[in-house]
């Protein structure tokens, strides 16, 4: 019964963050103050671990492929095929929900814990939109921080594969560019939106609906971390079925 209060309470929070609009210039700063905490806040993060990750993967395929008939070129197509379709997308957001869910979290429940959001109901501001609203708009500009990680994945893989003597560059290139199927890339970022709006929905919930003070804050966060990641994982499923199964 607790968890269907919880996914009821979940979708008023939604209907209630997109009605009662805060004034345009108020929403438009306030957009801009979370690109930058939530998005900008995490290019380096999210470069460092597309780099390294991407190297380690062209360097464990190449490592591992020890049969002299299969060609070079399976290095730079598989790492490719693991960045675009799963690493960057899934990964990254997953590493997300530790940074960017608990940071939404914490927050919005240290406000609730220090009474600031029934001091904007007070006032007539609807809360809701004015604390989730900007952070969803925000997240619309997530799938930039992906790209960025397919582009420094596959480059590190490349750095990794050339310098470490597994592939010439133009095995690795050609590797790339072979059997490239456009919709890949579509499916990727269909999936990052999708992870964006959990990403900016569900840790705000936790953080708005918490109870009890400052310890909570931190429990909260812990468990919007987990059910960010359950629910991130199963809509990579469900979206994979989808797309990619026919």
Known sequence: MGYLEDIGTYFLMLKRTFSGFTKAGVLKELIFKEIDDLIIGSLGIVGFIGFFVGGVITLQTALNLTNPLIPKTLIGFATRQS??????????????????????????????????????????????????????????????????????????????????????????????????????????????????????????????????????????STKSFVWTSVLIILANYIITQLLLSA
């Open 83 to 220: 960045i675009i379709l799963e690493f960057a997308p899934t990964f990254i957001s997953i590493i997300m929900a530790g940074k960017v869910g608990s940071f939404i979290t914490s927050s919005i429940g240290s406000m609730r814990v220090t009474e600031q959001i029934d001091a904007l109901e007070v006032m007539g501001i609807n809360s809701l939109n004015y604390l989730v609203f900007p952070k969803i708009i925000a997240m619309l500009t997530y799938p930039f921080l992906i790209a960025i990680a397919m582009f420094l994945g596959i480059f590190g893989g490349l750095l990794a594969g050339v310098y470490g003597g597994f592939v010439s560059m133009d095995e690795f290139v050609q590797g790339i560019q072979q059997e490239f199927i456009p919709f890949h890339l579509a499916y990727a970022f269909i999936k990052t939106f999708v992870f964006a709006f959990i990403l900016a929905t569900v840790p705000s919930w936790h953080g708005y609906y918490m109870k009890g003070g400052a310890l909570e804050v931190g429990k909260a």
